[in-house]
């Protein structure tokens, strides 16, 4: 998933009015962000295979340690860990990590069966979703566009930023989201991992439109 993920930053802010919509989407797409790395450093794999699945011409055969369950687990302890120790707000550290595993779940639905176990374990699990591309198309633009209204009826602009920097963020979300359908394979994966990198633009983003909305 792309805007599925940021769809359960958009949603959680129901739920945490005080954290910043820029941490949500960083802990709902922290598996992401941290994979692009380990590709670059050579820590985990991928290779462009067309075809592999209907949806994207990706095959995740090597990361266990960003996309495992396990893992998964203790990344979601990990920064919602951090984040207690930092705010000592139980219930918000809680929220933070349930996001962070939340990613975890929606690749569930979405990947074939290779999202390892453990490391070193070679069970894998997926729904694969992603061999329907009408299905993904429809089950991820629903969770987006839901998660937006509820953005939008949770929290409220304070000035013109924070109304059209939103407009804007969700737009610029769509047409990544599109491009990433409609533009031809990428030439290897190491452009697909510094094209990951640049993800980090939407929190900063959101951490920017946070600062000119108030909650409702």
Not at 48 to 62: C, K, L, Q
Not at 84 to 104: D, E, M, T
């Amino acid at each position: 998933m792309f805007i599925g993920h940021f769809a359960v930053g958009f949603g959680a802010k129901k739920a945490a009015p005080q954290i910043s919509l820029g941490t949500l989407f960083f802990a709902s797409q922290f598996l992401d962000l941290i994979w692009p790395l380990f590709l670059i450093l050579g820590i985990e794999h991928a290779k462009i295979d067309p075809g592999n699945t209907a949806f994207t011409p990706f095959d995740f055969f090597d990361y266990p340690i960003s996309h495992s369950l396990l893992t998964s687990i203790g990344w979601s302890v990990l920064i919602g860990g951090i984040f207690f120790y930092f705010k000592n707000n139980l219930r918000n550290s809680i929220i933070i990590g349930c996001a962070v595993f939340s990613h975890w779940i929606l690749d569930f639905i979405t990947h074939k069966p290779d999202l390892p176990v453990a490391p070193g374990i070679r069970t894998v699990l997926g729904l694969g979703l992603w061999n329907s591309v009408t299905g993904t198309i429809v089950v991820e633009g629903a969770l987006f566009f839901g998660a937006v209204f509820i953005y939008t009826k949770t929290t409220r602009s304070t000035d013109r930023v924070g109304n059209y920097a939103l407009w804007g963020l969700i737009a610029l979300l769509l047409i990544s989201y599109i491009a990433n359908i409609m533009l031809p394979t990428p030439p290897n994966m190491t452009a697909v991992a510094y094209a990951g990198l640049a993800q980090w633009i939407f929190i900063a983003w959101a951490y920017w439109i946070d600062r000119h909305r108030l909650n409702q």
